[in-house]
């Protein structure tokens, strides 16, 4: 069964700095998608980027982007110039076909 | 587009009461599911469906049911509430693209139940 681990349940940065989440997956797929979703404490899962595994160049999304690691099963997530705004609970997730397996998420606090 | 919709938002339930959670989409999806988040942690899957008609069980499906009967619409039953149960329940729909993968869920708003 896959599994996806994000190993920091908790971290911060200071507003206008940089800061990296990580997460990594078990898979025997070779074809796999793997997300970053943003919960807000409204709740709200908003998704934040998106990785398909086939495609070498990591995904950039404005102040977000990945570094996709697929021989270390590895996905982490940098945030630059990090604002208020950011401070979300951050979950990655790896889908292989129609279902996603979640990891148990990281909560990022934005420092003023 | 109203994306995806879920009511109630908030709902609280007495031990072995039953009810339903609503879900609609208006994206013409056609895969939905079901998780439960419970606090501090991530989303569990409960049920999904590929389409109308069509549901399978998830990693926690126990004390749940669903149904399919439109593209838009995918309703969570529960029987017998439990404590258990206490969680935030979310809802949400994708689309199968060319290549049989999904193409990113997208959720709704969440309804939190509590069972006491």
């Known amino acids: 069964a896959q599994t996806v681990t994000q190993s920091q349940p908790e971290m911060s940065v200071q507003e206008a700095e940089t800061v990296t989440l990580s997460c990594t997956y078990d898979t025997s797929e070779s074809d796999y998608y793997l997300f970053w979703y943003k919960q807000p404490p409204s709740r709200q899962m908003i998704l934040v980027i998106r990785q398909e595994a086939y495609k070498q160049q990591n995904a950039t999304e404005n102040r977000f982007s990945v570094n996709f690691q697929k021989a270390a099963k590895s996905f982490s997530l940098k945030i630059s110039d990090s604002q208020l705004g950011d401070a979300a609970m951050y979950f990655c997730a790896y889908t292989s076909g129609s279902r996603l397996t979640f990891g148990e998420g990281t909560q990022l606090t934005v420092n003023p | 587009n109203a994306g995806v919709t879920q009511t109630p938002k908030f709902r609280i ?8 959670l609503q879900c609609t989409q208006d994206m013409n999806h056609n895969y939905m599911y079901w998780y439960r988040q419970d606090p501090g942690m991530g989303l569990k899957l409960i049920y999904y469906s590929v389409g ?8 926690v499906p126990n ?27 979310f809802c949400a729909s994708s689309l199968e693209n060319w290549t049989g993968f999904n193409y990113e869920q997208y959720f709704g708003p969440g309804t939190r139940l509590t069972v006491t």
């Not at chain 2, 109308?52 to 990693?59: R, V």
């Open chain 2, 13 to 20: 339930l007495k031990i072995g009461q039953s009810m339903t």
């Open chain 2, 52 to 59: 109308a008609g069509i549901t399978d069980k998830g990693e």
């Open chain 2, 63 to 89: 004390g749940y049911n669903v149904s399919r009967s439109t593209t838009e619409d995918f309703p969570l039953r529960l029987e017998l509430a439990a404590p258990s149960q206490t969680s935030v329940y």
